[in-house]
């Protein structure tokens, strides 16, 4: 039997959780409500402790600095966090080890299974700590990012291409994420009708694992795998950062690399994503009010604190006859530029056919071009390299 520990000053909502718990998770029991969060790590130092849940009314730095002290130390005890959500709470949450974070408004149907994925957590950290294999255990993908504020710059055309090409060069099992949740492109951009969409994974949330979150992605015939927008806007409501949050790690867990497309904003579901990339390509183009927004979207990500070595910049169309030149860009934008992609009448042409340009047009510069970027995302894999097409 799992043991939970509640930290919650407010005694009716602490009985309130205690009750939830015991009602709807059989294999686990609370054994002790406590009011504050020193007192919550007294318990953990001194006993063993499964689950912690911090209250709403504890919810702030300390508790995130709590949940890294419990994270990096001996300690197997998995946290979730039962509060008011917004994008800081999130981004704090995610760089804290934070477990789950549970709204306020939804804890009477998330918290059973919030509590059956901090059981899980546990477990695992428990098989790593009883002499396996610990560099096999942290072994996971890595989450590739394709990000702009504006729209038009051919955020979904790289993202598609990066993932085909990774597929056909590598040999290793890639993902494609389109998290364009209202207006999604990518299954026009590969040829693929909609079977089943991201929406339909996350309601079945509360039983989503690697091998059912599979069985809502798509193959393309290039071998990625693929989970596609909703099909209407408005099911976008419905996919909250946190189930981002776990489809990516769930995605993490299973695939080589993730690339992830993502809608003009930095929405809290694009957040969830940025903060789990390892790599963050920001594309942007030779018109004013690209390299607009393209400076402020840079200023954002140093101020989240990203460093340069995740966040790189691509130039598209950077031949283009614009009265710009590519230094001016970087001057602008204040980042120096790390990919140029040119013009081409190949790209319009690949994506009307639904062809991505690295399999119909392989040798032309605008494919270079992105093979140049995914040899720097495979690293040591691009040894492997194979002709793409």
Known sequence: MATVLIAEPDPTYSRHLAELIGANVSRARVTEVVASLEMALDECEHREIDVLVVGPSLVGELAFELTTYLATSTRTCSVFV??????????????????????????????????????????????????????????????????????????????????????????????????????????????????????????????LDSEMLEGFMDTHPSGVKVMLAPLRPEDADTISAARVAHVLKLMRDTFDFVIVDTSPSFSETVLAALDRSDLVYVITMMDVASIKNTRISMQKLGQMGYNNGRVRLVLNRSDSKVLLQPDEVERAIGGKIDTHIPSDRCVPRAVNKGVPVVLDVPKCEVSRSILRIVQSIAGADSKEVVDVA
């Open 82 to 207: 039962a509060s008011e959500v917004d994008a800081d709470l999130l981004r704090s949450a995610m760089r804290s080890c934070v477990t789950d974070v549970i709204a306020l408004a939804d804890v009477e149907t998330e918290i059973a299974p919030s509590i059956e994925r901090a059981l899980k957590a546990v477990g695992r950290i428990h098989v790593g700590s009883e002499g396996g294999d610990g560099e096999e255990q942290a072994k996971h993908g890595r989450v590739v990012t394709v990000f702009s504020t504006k729209g038009g710059v051919g955020k979904s055309v790289l993202s598609t291409n990066i993932a085909v090409a990774l597929a056909k060069t590598t040999q290793k099992r890639v993902a494609l994420l389109d998290l364009d949740l209202e207006f999604g492109d990518v299954g026009i951009m590969l040829g693929i009708k909609p079977r089943r969409t991201l929406f339909d994974a996350v309601q079945a949330f509360d039983r």
